[in-house]
T-cell receptor
């Protein structure tokens, strides 16, 4: 079974702190994604990566950055946390898009609260 | 731009009755459509996908979805609901066909099955 793990289930940080959210997948997937989930807004894509050291902006990249130094690990960085970044953060991975247009596998999520 | 809409925030069904969760899409070209489910305190799980072929797609946990090109819909269905089907359901569409394409999610529909 594919396993996507996220470093924390719950995290509380203060405004202005630098925050790191880590995601690791164990199935050699090329694609990795970071989403935030807010009630009534569904999932919104922050960043994604389809290869090591490659990154693409999603729909809401402002205030975030990412790092992918190794294939299995994709980190989301909040350079200076703000209260409007309080949310559930979901990481996902998938095989590189091909003829089968593969589904994504999700981690359990990190609920981040910024005070 | 590709998009999906889930017109109902909440759907309530009695156990044993058939259920439908609605999704409409807007794409240019052939759509690649997905349904995901999120059980309480868990990450999203893939249910089923439509790429091409039969309009009725079967997925996990007895769910199926009907692709209707003329109505641009991809409704999720189950003949007989279970209380354990209570969860948050997301429809999604792939945005483009390149390796750098991404998945766009709807806002989600909360399905509640009463005993």
């Amino acid at each position: 079974d594919v396993k996507v793990t996220q470093s924390s289930r719950y995290l509380v940080k203060r405004t202005g702190e630098k925050v790191f959210l880590e995601c690791v997948q164990d199935m050699d997937h090329e694609n990795m994604f970071w989403y935030r989930q807010d009630p009534g807004l569904g999932l919104r894509l922050i960043y994604f990566s389809y290869d090591v050291k490659m990154k693409e902006k999603g729909d809401i990249p402002e205030g975030y950055s990412v790092s992918r130094e190794k294939k299995e690990r994709f980190s989301l960085i909040l350079e200076s946390a703000s209260t409007n970044q309080t949310s559930m953060y979901l990481c996902a991975s998938s095989l590189l898009w091909g003829g089968d247009y593969n589904e994504q596998f999700f981690g359990p999520g990190t609920r981040l609260t910024v005070l | 731009a590709q998009s999906v809409a889930q017109p109902e925030d909440q759907v309530n069904v009695a156990e044993g009755n058939p259920l439908t969760v609605k999704c409409t899409y807007s794409v240019s070209g052939n759509p690649y459509l997905f349904w995901y489910v999120q059980y309480p305190n868990r990450g999203l799980q893939f249910l089923l996908k439509y790429i091409t072929g039969d309009n009725l797609v079967k997925g996990s946990y007895g769910f199926e979805a009907e692709f209707n090109k003329s109505q641009t819909s991809f409704h999720l269905k189950k003949p007989s609901a279970l209380v354990s089907d209570s969860a948050l359901y997301f429809c999604a569409v792939r945005d483009g066909y390149s390796s750098a394409s991404k998945i766009i999610f709807g806002s989600g529909t909360r399905l509640s099955i009463r005993p």
